[in-house]
C-alpha cells in the first residue's frame, strides 16, 4: 500500500471538507434568523422587518448557492478517492445521504426559488411557511448526513458479512438513534446558529459604526445576540454530551485531546494547559483542574478514564484477538458456499469478528496481517494514538472561542435590553473583528472529531489506510492542486459578492409620513426627507 496516497487522499478530502464548511454554519443559522425576522413582519406588519428579511435572504441565498456547489464535490470523493470504503460501507452510509439527497435537499432546494421570487405572488402567511420550509430543509440536510458521519465514529445497527466482505444494516432504526450522531446534530447545528448570529452582529454592528441603516441594523443586533446567546449556550451544554459519549465510544481521542498518558484514579482531572510531547508521552508544565474531566466524561467520581498508554496495549490485544478473526475469514472466503465452511473457522470468527478492523491495522506493514511480526503489531498499536499536540490545541482553542462568543452576545443582549447597542463604539469594533471567529471554532470542531479518531475512517471497523482507491499519488495531487484552484476562485466570486451586497446595504421602503405620526418611520427617513418636510 503506498502511504503517500492515503496521506493525499486525506489532504484533498480534508481541503474540500473544511472549504464546504465554510458555507454550511452560515446557511443553517442564517436560515432560522432570516424565517424569525419574516415571522416578526407576518405579526407586526412593519415593513422594516420585511426589509431586513430580503436583505438577510440574499446573504443567505449567496452563501446556499455557494455551499451546494463544494457540497457535491465531496459526495464524488467517496468513489473517486475511497473506492474501498464506499464498497466496504456502502450499504450503510450511502442510505442516509440518499435520504438527505431525495427528502432534505429537494425541499431545501424546491423552496428556495419560491422564497426569492414569491414576495409579490404569495401572500405574507404562504410566504412565511416557504420560508420555514427553507430552513427546515437546510437543518434536514444537515441531520441526515451527520447521522452519517456519526455512524463512522460509533457504527451501530450493522454487522459484516464474510461472504460480501461488506458491513450490511441490520437494524437501520438503530443506525437513525444512534446517540453518537444526535449529539452530533444537535452540537453542529448549535455552532452554524452561532456563526450567523455573530456575522449577523458583526455586519450590523459595522453599519451602526457608519451611521448606516441604522434601525435596521439594531433589530438585526438584538435577533442576532438573543438568538447567539441561546446558541452559544448551547453549543457548550451540548458539547459536554458529545465529550460524554466520547469517553465511552471513543476513548483514544479524549485521552489524546487531554494529552492523559497514564490511566489516573477516578475522578481524572482536566488538564487546562500544558505541552504535549507524543515521542517521550509526557505533557509539560501541564496545569490540573482535579475531578474535572472525570465529571465532564463520566459524569460520576468513580468512573475511571483510561490513559494512552493503557488504551495502547488493550489495541495491541485487540490486534492479536484481530488476527484470529482474519485467519477464519479466510478460511470462510476459501470454503465458497456457505454449507462448505469449517465449524470452527465460523465460530472462530463469530467470536473475534469484532476485532477484524484492528488486524487490518496490519496492513500498512505487511499484506497478510498473519504474518506480522511481534514489532509490526507493537508498532500498529501505537498508530492508534492520534496527533495528541494537535488536537490537544484544536480542543482548547474552540473551547476558548466559545465561552468568548458567550460574553460577547451576552453584552449585546444586555445593551440591548437598555437600549444603548451604539453607546460603546470599542464593543462595536468587536463585534466586526469577531466575524471570522465563529468559522475558525467549527472548522477546529470537525478536525477535532475527525483527526481525534484517526487511524480509523469506521471508528474500530476499518482503518483509513485501507479505505482508499488504488490510484498513483501523482493523480491524486493534481486533483488536489485543480480543486484548491477551482475553490480559490469560488472563495474570490464569494466574497466579493458578499462584501458588495454588505456594501450595497439593504434596500429600505418607507411610506413618508410627518414625524410623530409614525415614530419608527420618522427615525430612519433621511435627514433630507426630514427637511423637505
Known amino acids: 500500500m503506498d502511504l503517500d496516497i492515503v496521506a493525499l487522499s486525506r489532504l484533498q478530502f480534508a481541503l474540500t471538507a473544511l472549504y464546504h464548511f465554510l458555507f454550511v454554519p452560515l446557511t443553517l443559522g442564517l436560515s432560522i434568523i432570516v424565517a424569525i425576522m419574516e415571522t ?175 434601525q435596521l441594523a439594531k433589530r438585526s443586533m438584538t435577533v442576532a445576540a438573543s438568538f447567539g446567546l441561546a446558541a452559544s449556550l448551547s453549543v457548550v ?77 488493550r489495541a495491541e490485544l485487540n490486534i492479536r484477538v484481530g488476527i484470529s478473526a482474519y485467519d477464519a475469514l479466510q478460511k470462510i472466503r476459501e470454503a465458497g458456499s456457505t454449507d462448505a465452511v469449517p465449524e470452527s473457522a465460523k465460530a472462530i470468527f463469530e467470536e473475534n469478528g469484532h476485532a477484524l478492523g484492528y488486524a487490518l491495522l496490519l496492513k500498512r506493514y505487511v499484506d497478510d496481517p498473519r504474518k506480522a511480526t511481534p514489532e509490526q503489531v507493537a508498532q500498529a498499536a501505537l498508530d492508534t494514538i492520534p496527533p495528541v499536540w494537535q488536537l490537544y490545541w484544536s480542543f482548547r482553542l474552540m473551547v476558548g472561542l466559545g465561552m468568548f462568543f458567550i460574553v460577547l452576545t451576552a453584552t449585546f443582549f444586555v445593551l440591548s435590553a437598555m437600549r444603548k447597542l451604539d453607546a460603546y463604539p470599542w464593543l462595536l469594533k468587536v463585534a466586526v473583528f469577531a466575524i471570522p471567529l465563529p468559522w475558525i471554532a467549527a472548522e477546529l470542531g470537525w478536525i477535532v472529531a475527525e483527526v481525534g479518531r484517526q487511524p480509523w475512517v469506521i471508528e474500530g471497523v476499518l482503518p483509513t489506510a485501507v479505505a482508499v482507491s488504488n490510484l498513483g499519488a501523482a493523480t491524486v495531487l493534481g486533483t488536489i492542486l485543480v480543486f484548491t484552484l477551482i475553490y480559490t476562485v469560488l472563495f474570490i466570486i464569494e466574497m466579493k459578492l458578499m462584501l458588495g451586497a454588505i456594501r450595497k446595504g439593504p434596500i429600505e421602503h418607507w411610506t413618508p409620513r410627518r414625524p410623530g405620526t409614525d415614530p419608527e418611520a420618522a427615525a430612519v427617513l433621511p435627514r433630507s426627507s426630514l427637511a423637505a418636510e
Open 40 to 214: 416578526v413582519y407576518v405579526m407586526t406588519g412593519r415593513t422594516i422587518w420585511r426589509d431586513m428579511t430580503k436583505f438577510w435572504g440574499l446573504l443567505f441565498g449567496i452563501n446556499f448557492a455557494m455551499g451546494v456547489a463544494t457540497g457535491i464535490v465531496m459526495e464524488f470523493q467517496f468513489g473517486m478517492n475511497w473506492s474501498y470504503y464506499s464498497h466496504y460501507v456502502g450499504d450503510v452510509f450511502g442510505a442516509p445521504l440518499a435520504i438527505e439527497g431525495l427528502m432534505a435537499f429537494f425541499l431545501e432546494a424546491s423552496f428556495v426559488g419560491l422564497f426569492f421570487f414569491g414576495w409579490d405572488r404569495l401572500s405574507k402567511v404562504a410566504h412565511l411557511i416557504v420560508a420555514w420550509l427553507v430552513a427546515i430543509g437546510s437543518n434536514f440536510s444537515a441531520l441526515w448526513i451527520l447521522i452519517a458521519n456519526g455512524w463512522m465514529q460509533n457504527p451501530v445497527g450493522a454487522s459484516f458479512n464474510p461472504q460480501t466482505m461488506r458491513m450490511e444494516v441490520t437494524d437501520f432504526f438503530a443506525v437513525l438513534t444512534n446517540p453518537v450522531a444526535q449529539a452530533k446534530f444537535v452540537h453542529t447545528v448549535s455552532a452554524g446558529y452561532v456563526v450567523a448570529s455573530i456575522f449577523v452582529l458583526g455586519v450590523s454592528a459595522w453599519y451602526v459604526l457608519k451611521g448606516r441603516h441604522l
Open 237 to 313: 451544554l451540548l458539547g459536554d454530551e458529545s465529550g460524554y459519549l466520547s469517553t465511552e465510544h471513543q476513548k483514544m481521542k479524549v485521552a489524546a485531546l487531554e494529552a492523559m498518558w497514564k490511566t489516573e484514579p477516578a475522578p481524572a482531572a482536566f488538564t487546562a494547559f500544558g505541552f504535549p510531547d507524543q515521542r517521550t508521552r509526557e505533557t509539560h508544565f501541564a496545569v490540573h483542574i482535579p475531578w474535572l474531566l472525570g465529571l465532564i466524561g463520566t459524569r460520576s467520581l468513580t468512573t475511571e478514564i483510561p490513559g494512552i498508554d493503557e488504551l495502547v496495549h
